[in-house]
Structure formats: C-alpha cells, structure tokens
C-alpha cells in the first residue's frame, strides 16, 4: 500500500532521515518507535506528503505522493499530528465536521450521507455528548478523541497517527489504542503510529520500526525487535526485557542508577 | 445555517438599511431633516438640495458602505489566516504600506488609477513582509503584531518624510485623507470600486470553507484536503488587493478589521461561512454609523471618520485586553 525506498530527507541543510526503506501492506498495525532526534517524526512528515523527499520515493498505491493532489491524498489518508492548536473557538461538531469536507466539491453541500457519518464517527469516538462543546473546553484526553473522530469522518483506508497518546492518563491511552485496534482488525484499517512508550507499541502493534541515527536499526515483530540488546544499544540506557503474562509480549522494565549501582556492589 | 442566524441575518440586513437611509438624511448642511427625506425618495426633483443628497452624501455613503465591509472581510480573512486574533489590515501594517503608495502617487501626481494600483503595490508589499517575518519566527502571535507594528511606524515614517520634502499645498489634502475619511474620494473612484470590491468579497466568500480549515494550520489543513499554498495565496492577494483599494479610496481607516470580527463571532459563531457575510454587514454598518458621528459631533464641522473608528478602536481594544483571560480563544 505505502512503499518507501531509499528515503533521504530532513530540513534546510541538515539531514535526519538517511537512507530508510520499507512497505506497508493493507491491514498493517505499524509501529515506529526510536529515541528523541531518531527521526520519527520526520519519517511520519515525509510519509504524511509535508516533506518533500530529497532523495528516494515513497509510493501510495504505487503512486509517488508527492504528485498525488491534497484532496485525493486526503479522501484516503488521515493524519493525526503530535500537536495540534485551534486558535478560533470551535465546536466539537463544526470541528470534526471538517473531515467530510475533502469529499465535498467547492459548492457542493452537506447530504445525509455526510451527517450519518458524522453521527457514526462521534458515536465511536464516544463524543456525541460533547458535540456542542467548544474544542477549547475539552480535556486533555476528550480532545484527543474528538481530533480522531476528524480523522475517522475522512473515511480513511490508511491511518498515520504521531504520538497520539502522549500526555494522556492510562484511561486515555488504552481507549484510543483500543479504539484503533478494533478498526484495523474489523474493517482492515491500515495503521502506521509513532509511540514514545515502548510497552503500549509492544502491546498493539504488529510489526515494530525501531530508528536510530536516520536509519532503520531493526524491523520485525515486537518480540524480534524489543530484545534488551537492541532497546539498550539504540537508547543507552539499561533496561530489563520480561514477558508480559497477559499477552505474552515484550515489556520493557527501567533501571534506575541507584539500582545498577547497588547490584554492582552485589557482584563485587 | 438555523432560525437564529437567519434571524440574526435579517435584523442585520435592517440595521444596514436604517443606518443607509439615515446618514443620507444627516449633515452639515442647512437642509433640515424632513427636505432630505423629500429629497431622497426624489431623485429627479431639482434644487439644491437634490445634489447635496445624490452628489455628495449618496456617494459618500455608498463609499462608506463598501469600504467598511471590504475592510471588516479582511480582518476575518488576515485573522483566519494568520491564526491571529489580532490580525487586521492596520495592525499587520497593510494600511502603512497602502498610505505609503498613496503619497509616493501624490508626490508624483499619477492619475487616479494608477494611484490606486500604487495602493495595492504598498498594500501587497507590506502583507508579505508581515508573512515573511511570520514565517521566520513561527507565527507567534507577538511577532506577528509587533512586526506590523514596526512596519507601520516604518511607513508613517517614510510617508512624513515623502510629506516633509514635497511642496505644502501638494500634501495639504493628503494629511486629512492619512488620517481616514470619507469625503476627499473621487466619484470616479467610488464609481468603480462596487465591480471591484463586490467580485472580491464573493471570492473569499467561495473559500470560506478552506479559509475554517486553514485555522487549524497549513500542515494540518493540507492533511484535510486543503491546497494550502495555493489558497493561502488566492485570499493573502484577494485581502490585499480590497484593502489597497479602500485605503486609496478613504485612506488609513482603523481598527474596523478588528472589532468587527470580533464582535461577530460572539454572534454568529467561529464558522468563517456564516462570519463573513455577518461581519461584512456589520462593517458597513459600522462605518456608516461612524461617519454619521464624525459629521454631527462637531457641527457645522467634520472630523474625520478614522478619528470616531480608532477611538472605539482603542476603547474596545483595551476592554478586551482586560477582560479576555484567553486572548487566543476566539
């Protein structure tokens, strides 16, 4: 669905993404994972069509991206930015009714069509009771609800998400990972989400990018690419890899510095 | 759209009607209230009075209407735009540069026409300084206001300079005209500026569903479906280009952008469909209504209207300053 070869990309003079390559499949539950500075959120700008590529290509349906027109690339694609100001005082209603607009001419107007879809989408996202709420008057996490809701009303068939749960308390973050993961697998929704906690990314995603420097460091499934090897030698910092009994996947424990210092003294 | 704002159209509409029919009935002159009536709905009686009605307050009137409905889309378009409650013709210094192209005109003494497209010039110019110091430093709304600040003290500066060596009588008008007003336009000019200014409003009119989306910023919108750059570009020349205009027509008129807009998403809403139509109405209202005051307040003399709307301007400004806690909230 989504082909990226040989990416090389970044800002003004200085490079971040040095040479990634890689393809997304319809279905796909992708998650990018990396230290501060990795890349990832350059990766996720370049594959949302706002950065342009300064060496290799990224295909969507075979078709390089950056020829695809904003409204095309819209009525397919839905992207949920790390961080999002509304400066004008906007309801929920009016707010998530922004997403239909990509499927709209100029002067068309709204149909029932549209409205029934903006009833599903606030239903999902659990919103219908804030709908005439102002977006300035939302909590932390109601907000990151309705902001999805958006994306949900452009019908998208691939979903690119950065750091959406950042931020939010555990109620939160599992809600809308939840909430995701019951579209991907119900009605194939392709996902690709840039997550800084390493157990939510072990716990939902099928297949983990881990970045470091620019590059791709390893690729595989959470229990091939969350080793206590690869996490310590891309992050540098000590950590303790166990089995999660739940969903018998990876989870990443910390080690403080008090606690390394006082089992060296053990060894010794 | 709802009852309400249907509602809200209407009084508006009514409001726009009353204020039209009254300013042509006031003034300086000794014709008294009930021979202007007369007057008004007898365009081809002859007189005196007759042609103090159609030839100078009709015109005026006309011109105040277009201009503060110009003025007020734009303060909604620069505002949406720049994501800046703050932003108008006059703060962002578009004014400064339009007021700068009028006099490097006069000094010159061009013809009408090209006088107004030396408005537009200073007009276009300063707008894309204000964006390009914007987008070197973010968009951060102080930079934003206070980089047209300084361009406006920059343009005001050259215009005095342009004033203090040029010959007096050639300046003399121009001095009033700086300071906003109604009455020094030419018919010619007023003549023109409906096919003008009317197309321009329908077009921001067209892209005021891109203009609701472009809020939420360019990355965002584009994500949306929203040409950003392309739009972006349509509504920065389209703004320009009305405002170039009006200045030309009646100089450096203040702070209508800003209240007006502001004002009307308290009534209407953030939704710029229905905010501009609303905030296009009330503009030529509020001017109007404006310049009636600036020709009765002192009478039998006249101030200028820029005078009535930077003194609301200022008074509002400050209210709101006080009041607002969340000054990035509208």
């Not at chain 1, 102002?134 to 750091?163: N, T």
Request: glycine share 8%; aromatic share 10%.
């Amino acid at each position: 669905m989504l082909k990226v070869k040989n990416l090389i990309c970044g800002y003004d003079k200085r490079k971040v993404i040095r040479d990634i390559s890689f393809s997304i499949e319809k279905g796909d539950f992708i998650g990018i994972i990396g230290p501060n500075g990795a890349g990832k959120t350059t990766l996720f700008r370049a594959i949302s069509n706002i950065l342009k590529p300064w060496n290799g290509s990224i295909l969507y349906k075979d078709k390089d991206i950056s020829k695809i027109l904003p409204r095309d690339f819209a009525c397919e694609v839905a992207v949920i930015p790390q961080i999002l100001e509304i400066p004008f005082a906007f309801s929920v209603e009016e707010f998530v009714s922004m997403g239909r607009f990509t499927h709209l001419g100029r002067f068309q107007t709204w149909k029932e069509g549209d409205s029934r879809i903006l009833e599903d989408v606030l239903r999902v996202t659990f919103t219908s009771s804030l709908r005439k709420r102002k977006m300035f008057e939302l909590s932390g996490g109601e907000r990151q609800m309705v902001i999805l809701a958006q994306g949900f009303a452009q019908e998208p068939v691939l979903l690119l998400l950065d750091e959406p749960t950042s931020h939010l308390d555990i109620f939160h973050q599992v809600q809308i990972l939840d909430l995701i993961k019951n579209l991907n697998r119900e009605k194939e929704l392709t996902v690709v989400v840039v997550l800084h906690d390493l157990n939510l990314a072990s716990s939902y995603c099928d297949k983990i990018i881990l970045l470091d420097e620019g590059k791709i460091f390893r690729e595989g499934s959470p229990q091939e690419v969350l080793t206590y090897q690869n996490i310590e030698k891309v992050y540098k910092t000590i950590v303790v890899v166990k089995e999660n009994p739940i969903n018998l996947k990876p989870y990443i424990l910390l080690v403080t510095e008090e606690e390394r210092k006082r089992k060296k003294r053990y060894k010794n | 759209m709802d009852k309400k704002h249907i509602l809200i159209f209407i009084s508006l509409s009514g409001i726009l009607v009353i204020v039209f029919v009254l300013s042509n009935l006031v003034g300086s002159s000794q014709l008294t209230f009930s021979k202007s009536i007369y007057y008004l709905f007898h365009p081809n009686a002859s007189g005196m009075g007759r042609d103090i009605i159609w030839q100078i307050r009709f015109p005026r009137v006309m011109l105040g209407l277009l201009v503060g409905a110009g003025l007020a889309c734009c303060g909604v378009v620069f505002q949406g735009l720049l994501r800046n409650p703050l932003a108008e013709p006059y703060t962002l210094g578009v004014s400064g540069g339009a007021a700068l192209g009028v006099s490097i005109s006069v000094v010159f003494a061009v013809s009408t026409i090209s006088m107004a497209s030396f408005a537009f010039l200073g007009s276009t110019i300063s707008i894309f300084l204000v964006y390009a110091i914007a987008l070197r430093k973010r968009f951060s709304n102080t930079t934003l206001i206070l980089g047209g600040v300084i361009l406006n003290f920059l343009f005001s500066s050259l215009v005095f300079l342009i004033f203090s060596i040029s010959r007096a009588e050639d300046v003399h008008g121009i001095v009033l005209w700086l300071m906003g007003d109604l009455s020094s336009a030419q018919v010619s000019l007023i003549k023109f500026m409906p096919f003008f200014i009317f197309p321009a409003i329908c077009l921001l009119f067209i892209f005021s569903r891109d203009l609701n989306i472009l809020t939420l910023g360019e990355e965002k919108a584009r994500h949306l479906g929203v040409d950003s750059n392309k739009v972006k570009k349509v509504l920065f020349l389209t703004a320009s280009c009305i405002t170039g205009i009006c200045v030309c027509a009646s100089g450096v008129i203040g702070f209508i952008g800003l209240i007006v807009p502001h004002f009307m998403r308290k009534v209407v809403g953030v939704d710029h469909r229905l905010l501009l139509p609303a905030s296009c109405i009330a503009g030529a209202i509020f001017l109007i209504f404006c310049d009636i005051l600036a020709r009765v307040i002192i009478q039998p003399l006249e101030l200028p209207v820029g005078v009535i709307t930077g003194i609301f301007g200022g008074i509002f400004f400050l209210c709101f300053l006080l009041k607002s806690k969340h000054l990035e909230l509208f």
